[in-house]
């Protein structure tokens, strides 16, 4: 992974757990394992672990998901959410809780899950090129084979990118025997990033 994305490995990195209001889950927990520059972002890629309860038995919320963060160069003003469509029925604890934001555009809104808890303002920043890379890299799955994922996992695998106070992000869901697969689809998530940071940061 750390060839494939350019990155350099964090030796020894301390788990901690951060704060996750876009989702109904009670714990995100996260260690940073790479870190280095994409197309002129600082990158830094973490492991994390969502949780719900100490019993709870669904085992995505177990494994490992695995997040690409660009820095910005200064807080966003509005965060927001892309999702594939369907991933709240899959995985309802990792889908956003925040409002839905249509784009008016069919095509769009069947395939991509837009949300934020500031819609209007996140709603002005879906421009026709934002939504065409993101349409561009969930129709192909992120670069990834579905059927190689059990099918109540496979939007899961496929990903979702956020506006996060100060990053933008794409996180997918990985076993540690797929990483090469798992960095090919942050490979095909950086235009989509890339369209998103500039995006936000225009508001």
């Known amino acids: 992974m750390a060839e494939m994305l ?53 085992f995505y919320l177990r494994t ?44 769009f809104d069947a395939s991509v899950r837009v949300t934020s808890p500031q819609p209007t303002e996140a709603g002005a920043s879906l421009s026709s090129e934002l939504r065409r890379a993101a349409m561009d890299f969930f129709a192909r799955f992120a670069c990834d084979n579905p059927t190689d994922y059990p099918f109540d996992v496979r939007r899961a695998v ?8 100060s990053q933008v992000t794409y996180t997918t869901f990985s076993v540690p025997e797929k990483l090469s697969a798992c960095a090919r689809r942050m490979q095909c998530a950086l235009p989509l990033m890339d369209a998103l940071a500039q995006a936000a940061m225009s508001v």
């Open 6 to 58: 350019g990155l350099s490995p964090v030796q020894d990195a301390a788990w901690e757990d951060v704060d996750e209001p876009a989702r109904g889950v009670a714990l995100r927990t996260q260690r940073p394992i790479l870190r280095g520059s994409i197309r002129g972002y600082t990158a830094t890629v973490w492991q994390r672990g969502y949780y719900l309860q100490q019993n709870d038995s669904r």
């Open 64 to 107: 490992p998901f695995y997040t690409l963060a660009f820095e910005l160069p200064a807080p966003a003003p509005v965060r927001l959410t892309f999702e594939p469509t369907g991933l709240q029925e899959d995985v309802p604890p990792l889908a956003s809780l925040w409002p839905v934001v249509r784009a008016g555009d069919p095509d």
């Open 158 to 165: 496929l990903g979702w990118l956020e506006v996060e106070d």
